[in-house]
C-alpha cells in the first residue's frame, strides 16, 4: 500500500469546512452563521455557503430557533475516532507530526500528585538519556510542570506550592509560575531554559480534563539547551500551541477511565 507524503498541497475548501464543524466545541452547542464567521474569521456569504453543504450532507443540521448544530454523522465520526481508545493512542500521531516538525523529543506527560509522569514519547534529533517512559520530576523543575501549574486553579496551584515549598525553602516557586503563567497568557506556550542541570530546554503547553478532579496532561518538545534559539523556541511553541484545541476536545469527551 502506498503512504501519502508527509506535507501535500491543502485544500482551501476542505479546511473551512472543518474549521467551521471545530466551532462546535461543547455539548449542545447550536450557533448562528453569523456567530459561526466571526470565530472562524470567513465572510458571511462563505461560511453561508460552506454551512448550507454541511447541512445538506448531514454533518450540520438546524434547529427550530434557526441555528446550527452538528448532525448525526459528524457525531458518528467523533465517536468511532475516540471508541476503546486511551488518551494517549490519541494524542501519539500529534505527538510524531510535532517531532517531524520540531526534530525535538516530543513527551506527553501526566500530573501525579507532585510529579510529572511520561506517559508517552517520539524522539527527536538528540535522545535525551535516562528518560523512559515512566520517568518522573517534579512540577516545578520541567516546563511540562509549569504549564500545568500555570493551568490550574488558583487553590490547586496554592496547594501545589505548599507541597513543595515545604520541601524546597529556598526555590523560586513563585517566580516560576507566574513566569509560566504570563508565557501561557500571552504566547500560549511555556517555555524553560536550563531543566536538568542546565543541559536541556523546552517548551510546553497543558491540556486538561474536566472532572470533579480535573486530570492535567502536558505535551512538551525540546532537547539539548545548545541548539535551542528564540526561532526554534518560537517554532515549537508555536506546533504545540496548534495541537492544543484538536485534542483536548477528545480529553473532555473521554471517561476518567480512558484517559489513562
Not at 514519547?121 to 523512559?132: K, L, M
Not at 513543595?164 to 516560576?176: I, L, M, V
Request: overall charge positive.
Amino acid at each position: 500500500m502506498s503512504k501519502l507524503p508527509l506535507r501535500q498541497p491543502s485544500v482551501t475548501a476542505l479546511s473551512r469546512g472543518l474549521s467551521i464543524l471545530r466551532c462546535f466545541d461543547r455539548p449542545r452547542a447550536e450557533l448562528t452563521v453569523s456567530q459561526i464567521a466571526r470565530r472562524t474569521g470567513l465572510s458571511q456569504p462563505t461560511a453561508w455557503r460552506l454551512c448550507q453543504t454541511l447541512v445538506e450532507d448531514g454533518f450540520l443540521v438546524r434547529t427550530a430557533q434557526a441555528s446550527l448544530r452538528v448532525g448525526a454523522p459528524a457525531l458518528t465520526l467523533g465517536f468511532a475516532a475516540i471508541q476503546g481508545l486511551g488518551f494517549p493512542e490519541i494524542a501519539l500521531p500529534y505527538l510524531r507530526r510535532i517531532a517531524e516538525q520540531t526534530r525535538a523529543t516530543t513527551t506527553l506527560s501526566l500530573r501525579q500528585g507532585s510529579e510529572m509522569v511520561s506517559i508517552e514519547r517520539c524522539d527527536g534529533d538528540v535522545i535525551a538519556p535516562n528518560e523512559p517512559i515512566g520517568w518522573r520530576a517534579p512540577l516545578f523543575v520541567l516546563s511540562s510542570g509549569l504549564a500545568v501549574l500555570a493551568r490550574m486553579s488558583e487553590p490547586e496551584r496554592r496547594d501545589a506550592l505548599q507541597v513543595w515549598t515545604r520541601a524546597h525553602p529556598d526555590t523560586h516557586a513563585r517566580e516560576r509560575i507566574k513566569e509560566a503563567s504570563t508565557q501561557l497568557a500571552t504566547a500560549g506556550y511555556v517555555r524553560l531554559e536550563g531543566m536538568l542541570q542546565g543541559e536541556f530546554a523546552a517548551v510546553a503547553v497543558p491540556l486538561v480534563q474536566p472532572a470533579a478532579i480535573p486530570a492535567y496532561w502536558a505535551i512538551s518538545c525540546g532537547g539539548v539547551r545548545a541548539m535551542w534559539d528564540a526561532d526554534r523556541f518560537a517554532a515549537a511553541g508555536a506546533a504545540l500551541a496548534a495541537i492544543v484545541p484538536l485534542l483536548e476536545p477528545a480529553l473532555a469527551a473521554l471517561p476518567p477511565s480512558a484517559a489513562g
